[in-house]
């Protein structure tokens, strides 16, 4: 009896704790029965369940250290593939925020509000609601629409409810970079037992990953994070390691034969005197007018089918220097494989122009708008895999205005981010800022030759970095000294 009072005083949900306790009893019992360890599910579950109870940022964290080892799995009864077990604790996080929403009467910080990212997000998802509803396949724009909501809860407006300052954030990056530092060593070893070949690059990722496509992704998006922490460390004279991992990363990146990752980087570099200098604005412009100047070459008097793939040349290569020179002499079956389905989105939007097909229905549609002289050997595309450029899929499923609400989108988190940088004083604070900025310049770069931004792999740092620009202003703010306001008297 004594026994049990003190255990009393020492649980006050006794009960709780009791039940628990049987649970376990029960579940070692099955164990002893079927001998399969997944029983044990259930405990496991119910103490995750009492650790998010208590703390709801340790499933914040808890899903960036579980992505780089999140798999794909798909329910061919339903026809519906989720990732596993990033996404259902997505959810989870997602409706948890809806509900401390719910509770607080969506109430949120003028200052998130009235964001100049904030607001662009917000007509952003709108008009993806719009698409939704005038999609010409309204199940499959409904998923997407579901999968952005838990997305944007998840990973921008939760972040922005509980985080403090920019290092309640900054951890989730140091916790995914750990993890991946070690599944890139992992993946290294493997690969030299394969002599680091360009065919092997495929394999040796699994079962971390689906493709050497999301490990590249994941590990260049974390570079420059890993970068700031080197900074930072550097800075303040402590002794660190770290250009270690920076290295390991690099090394990692390249022996995954990703030619977007590897072109992001040098982008990015690139990209680091741009904000320092303040010419992001210029950076911009410049591309735009190339942009437009490329487009009308192309349009003009039917140019593109110029670039149109020698069937028989355009193959599949096995060594890295040959994909290289294959795809400036556009004989790499990847790289024409894309202008195929390139060459198909645009005849799509000169179809639907305005409104697009509808969120996530580009694979559905694209064939009955493909052009055969673009066609490859891997043009029946039994994977399902979509149209390679962000950009462009926008604008097939969500028409010219969800294009330009993107782009807009992305331009004003660019031109938020320089602003911050240049606002700020404080050194390391600065670090942080540019490694933001540089993480999300390298997602931009990579959805030029790629449509990751709805993978576990990507999209959560898109939404979380627009998050962390936002925050950096509000430090700001809050350091800046209270305008002197001049009193007048009258007699």
Not at 209 to 224: D, G
Not at 331 to 349: C, L, N, Q, T
Not at 457 to 464: Q, S
């Amino acid at each position: 009896m004594d026994f049990l009072k003190s255990a009393e005083n020492k649980f006050p949900n006794y009960t709780i704790f009791i039940v628990y306790i049987g649970i376990l009893l029960l579940s070692v019992i099955g164990f002893v029965y079927t001998q399969s360890p997944t029983i044990f599910a259930i405990p496991l579950g119910l103490l995750i369940v009492a650790a998010i109870y208590n703390d709801y940022t340790r499933l914040f964290y808890g899903i960036f250290m579980v992505l780089p080892f999140s798999m794909e799995f798909y329910f061919d009864n339903v026809g519906l593939g989720t990732d596993l077990p990033s996404e259902p604790l997505m959810i989870i996080l997602a409706s948890i925020t809806l509900l401390i929403l719910i509770k607080g009467n969506f109430s949120m910080p003028l200052s998130y509000v009235n964001h100049p990212i904030w607001i662009w997000l917000t007509l952003h998802f709108f008009w993806i609601l719009v698409t939704t509803l005038n999609s010409s396949f309204p199940v499959i724009s409904l998923k997407f629409l579901l999968a952005k909501i838990w997305y944007i809860l998840s990973f921008f407006v939760f972040p922005l409810l509980f985080a403090r300052n920019d290092k309640d954030i900054i951890k989730a990056y140091q916790y995914v970079s750990t993890i991946v530092f070690i599944s890139i060593i992992v993946v290294l070893i493997r690969h030299s037992f394969e002599g680091f070949s360009f065919a092997a690059s495929y394999d040796v990722v699994r079962p971390f990953y689906r493709n050497h496509v999301s490990y590249a992704s994941i590990s260049v998006i974390c570079l420059p994070f890993i970068w700031a922490f080197y900074r930072v460390k550097k800075y303040q004279n402590e002794n660190s390691f770290l250009w270690f991992a920076i290295i390991i990363f690099m090394i990692g990146i390249y022996f995954s034969y990703t030619r977007a990752a590897i072109l992001s980087i040098l982008i990015a570099i690139g990209a680091y005197f741009v904000i320092k200098y303040r010419y992001v604005k210029h950076a911009l412009a410049f591309s735009s007018i190339l942009l437009i100047f490329g487009i009308i070459y192309l349009a003009w008097d039917n140019n593109y089918m110029d670039f149109a793939p020698n069937y028989e040349k355009t193959i599949t290569h096995t060594e890295f220097d040959n994909l290289i020179e294959a795809t400036y002499k556009l004989e790499d079956i990847s790289s024409m494989e894309r202008v195929y389905r390139w060459m198909a989105g645009a005849e799509m939007i000169k179809s639907k122009f305005w409104m697009g097909f509808g969120p996530g229905t580009f694979v559905s549609n694209y064939k009955n708008y493909s052009i055969s002289k673009f066609q490859t050997y891997v043009s029946d595309n039994p994977e399902q895999s979509g149209i390679h450029n962000y950009y462009l899929m926008t604008w097939t499923d969500q028409g010219v205005i969800g294009f330009v609400l993107f782009i807009v989108l992305c331009i004003v988190i660019l031109l938020q981010g320089e602003k911050v940088y240049a606002e700020t004083d404080d050194t390391v604070t600065k670090y942080y800022i540019m490694a933001t900025i540089l993480s999300t310049i390298i997602i931009l770069a990579m959805s030029l030759i790629n449509d990751l931004l709805e993978t576990d792999k990507v999209g959560p740092f898109f939404f979380l970095n627009a998050a962390l620009i936002i925050l950096f202003k509000r430090q700001i703010e809050k350091k800046k000294p209270p305008r002197k306001v001049n009193r007048h008297h009258f007699h």
